[in-house]
């Protein structure tokens, strides 16, 4: 069940992800509405964070293309930010919250440039919405796992994007945080921003989100969480994969063939 | 001797001059650059750089015929590079990990340099003295016009550095978010391995190939002890670097048969192990200190709680209490309770007798609180973990000693000021 959104703030087409020359997202084809809290939802293993990663052009596709706004990403990226894995970077990096938060300010202030106060003053205000601004000057190795995440989460802030993907926000917070950070979101999406959230709770996932995508590998579903969340679907992405799909994926990587003809 | 150290610290002579500024600025500037090299976790492929440079200098020379730096540094540099993307691509496309990668690389690369070395010494070529220099450095070989082309390559590289400094940082400690902003990240990668390559090739000259590698990253590991503070951390590895590079030329200039690399390594190596042991923070004597301070404090606070506890079963909190009442209470060698005893005293938490000691007021108030959080946490226990009641005095031994004036706070108003413990002991408040 994959339906069309009205007005689409990205567009993803016929997109194929190998990873060791095993395909890891399948034909992908979707449309997300603007303004929406959007779920990406799927076992583990399903491509998830892939799927975002490759719309912000950290993994190149086998085939097919994404377009945000209508546009493609290179000539928008100032108005779409990532938040990566909180598990990604090392957090015994010398740095301090606010150094991580102005990180947020680099492509606007530019390369070879210097930060501006303004760009200070727009970090400040990211760490006050999430509630961060007491440990601005906490060396990040001392923060807890939802602080880590809050202060990923003033990083994109600072972006002042109109788009945010962000991947697992909710992997392993506290209660308070995961609170916290969806009252956020929802402000949000209140003013007319659209946020994406790879997300692996189900329970959560029906109060949270407006939209919601099921990937298992392929595409399940994609629509509003009452068209999407019925058992059936359910049941397709997490009663396991489809054998065959897996069959012929493990026959591309240990025959080392490819998933798409070059030309 | 004196008078030779002396002399050199005048700075007089123009060579000692040369040789001083060329060793600092070499230093200091890799250990800059090294500092990235820390951050992105690449020690080890630096070291197979600095190794399999050898062959590009021998393979310069031979070409050349001079031992020209504008000659040797191109080779040096391509061979660096050369054997960075080897490591890379062996990586990728083949079942071996990048350690292994690493160490073929590293061994292969130097081995063939010893080889045309040695072909290159037995050649008959006059101009082939002092090449062997560059295993393991010599400061005091370096020319006045050597060292005006190293300067200014130093000096690039730390340029480069400062310009692009929070884009470095960024990559280093976030690539996928960099790369997600637009930044050039394979450029920017490319720049900073370029970097590296180069601090190497201009390094050797003072330091040598086999040792190079100490030099990128024992300044940033030293630092790193002292600050959480980028920018600091990487002036600190300069300065480290730079006193290091400093030691290199005085023993080059005392000591001409020397070689110089392992002078300044153990040198960088010196700070590494001061900080090590004595930073504060994260030095290990700091955290020693920490650990025994603490256990003086868990046995202090034993003794008071003993105290109370005797008072307890007296029902008489003012009673005097013998040195074999408390070590019945808490088993410890009577000595060792005696010099607590004493400190206690001291503190005001007891007051000795002809007979023994009895607690005064504070000592009363501070072992009555002990035992409140005993209590309280056992109760905690129980009720909000369904911890068996006899599985919970061990925990609250420990907890007792730790718990925040909050936390008790929190304790009390969340058990709702219990009278009892699981043991049906009474909680004393005040």
């Known amino acids: 069940m994959i339906k069309e959104a009205k007005n ?63 546009k493609p990403l290179d000539e928008v990226r100032k108005r779409v930010s990532y938040v990566p894995q909180r598990g990604s970077v090392d957090w015994d990096f010398p740095a301090s919250v606010f150094d991580v938060v102005l990180m947020g300010r680099y492509s606007d202030a530019g390369m070879f440039k210097r930060i501006r106060k303004a760009d200070r003053e727009l970090a400040m205000d990211a760490l ?11 060396q990040i190795s001392e923060l807890s796992g939802g602080q880590q995440q809050r202060v990923f989460l003033a990083r994109a802030l600072a972006q002042h994007a109109d788009l945010y993907f962000m991947d ?91 998933a798409r003809e070059t030309k | 001797m004196y008078e030779q150290i002396i002399d050199f610290l005048s700075l007089s002579d123009p060579n000692v001059r040369t040789v001083v500024l060329g060793s600092i600025l070499l230093t200091s500037s890799s250990a800059i650059i090294g500092a990235f090299t820390f951050l992105r976790k690449k020690a080890l492929v630096g070291d197979a750089v600095a190794h399999s440079v050898l062959p590009g200098i021998c393979l310069a020379f031979m070409i050349g015929g001079a031992k020209d730096p504008l000659i040797l540094i191109p080779g040096a540099f391509l061979a660096g590079w050369l054997s960075m993307i080897l490591i890379d691509k062996i990586t990728l ?46 400061a005091a070989a370096m020319l006045g016009s050597d060292v005006i082309i190293f300067s200014a390559i130093a000096l690039l590289m730390v340029l480069t550095v400062s310009f692009l400094f929070k884009e470095f940082a960024l990559v280093c400690f976030d690539r996928e978010y960099a790369s997600s902003m637009g930044l050039p990240v394979k450029r920017l990668d490319f720049l900073m391995t370029s970097l590296t390559v180069l601090a190497v090739v201009i390094g050797i000259q003072a330091v040598g190939v086999v ?4 030099m990128l990253i024992t300044p940033a590991a030293a630092a790193r002890f002292w600050t959480d503070n980028l920018k600091l951390m990487i002036i600190m590895a300069a300065v480290i670097g730079a006193v290091s590079g400093f030691t290199g030329a005085l023993v080059s200039y005392l000591y001409p048969s020397m070689p110089t690399g392992p002078w300044i390594v153990v040198v960088a190596s010196v700070f590494a192990f001061i900080s090590f042991f004595f930073a504060p923070k994260k030095g290990i004597l700091q955290y020693m200190i920490k650990q025994r301070r603490i256990r003086l404090m868990i046995n202090e606070e034993n003794i008071i709680k003993a105290g109370y506890h005797i008072g307890e079963d007296r029902k008489d909190f003012t009673s ?43 000592g009363y108030k501070k072992g009555s609180r002990l035992v409140r959080i005993h209590r309280l946490w056992e109760l905690y226990l129980t009720e909000y973990l369904n911890i068996a009641s006899d599985h919970v005095h061990e925990d609250a031994e420990t907890i007792e000693h730790f718990i925040t004036p909050e936390l008790e706070k929190q304790l009390e108003q969340t058990l709702n000021y219990p009278s009892e413990d699981p043991h049906q002991s009474k909680i004393p408040y005040e």
């Open chain 1, 8 to 70: 689409p703030v990205l567009e993803i087409h016929d997109l194929t992800v190998t990873y060791h020359k095993k395909p890891v997202l399948w034909d992908i084809d979707l449309t997300i509405p603007a303004g929406s809290l959007t779920g990406i939802i799927g076992p583990n293993g399903a491509g998830k964070s892939t799927l975002i990663k490759t719309i912000m052009g950290l993994i190149k596709p086998s085939s097919g293309y994404s377009k945000i706004f209508d």
């Open chain 1, 128 to 138: 006050q919405k999430v509630g961060m601004e007491k440990f601005s000057k906490r």
């Open chain 1, 168 to 258: 697992e926000p909710f992997a392993g917070v506290d209660a308070a945080t995961e609170n916290a950070i969806i009252d956020l979101l929802h402000e949000m999406t209140g003013k007319g921003k659209t946020v994406v959230v790879v997300h692996h709770d189900l329970q959560s996932a029906i109060k949270y989100f407006e939209w919601i995508l099921l990937l298992n590998t392929r595409l399940v579903a994609s629509g509003p969480v009452t068209e999407v969340f019925t058992s059936e679907l359910l049941q397709k992405t997490y009663g396991g994969k489809l054998t065959l799909l897996t069959e012929i994926g493990n026959l591309l990587q240990r025959e080392g063939l490819p």
């Open chain 2, 93 to 138: 496309h083949s079942r071996i990990k990048e350690d292994t990668a690493i160490g073929m690389v590293l061994s292969v690369t130097f081995g063939l340099g010893i080889l045309m070395l040695t072909f290159i010494q037995h050649s008959g070529n006059a101009n082939q003295s002092g090449l062997d220099h560059f295993l393991f450095g010599k």
């Open chain 2, 211 to 214: 040792l190079m590698a100490a």
């Open chain 2, 320 to 362: 005097s209490m013998t040195a074999t009442d408390l070590i019945r209470r808490r088993p410890m060698p009577e000595s060792k309770l005696k010099g607590h005893l004493a400190k206690l005293t001291r503190q005001g938490y007891f007051r000795k007798h002809s007979q023994g000691w009895e607690l005064t007021n504070a």
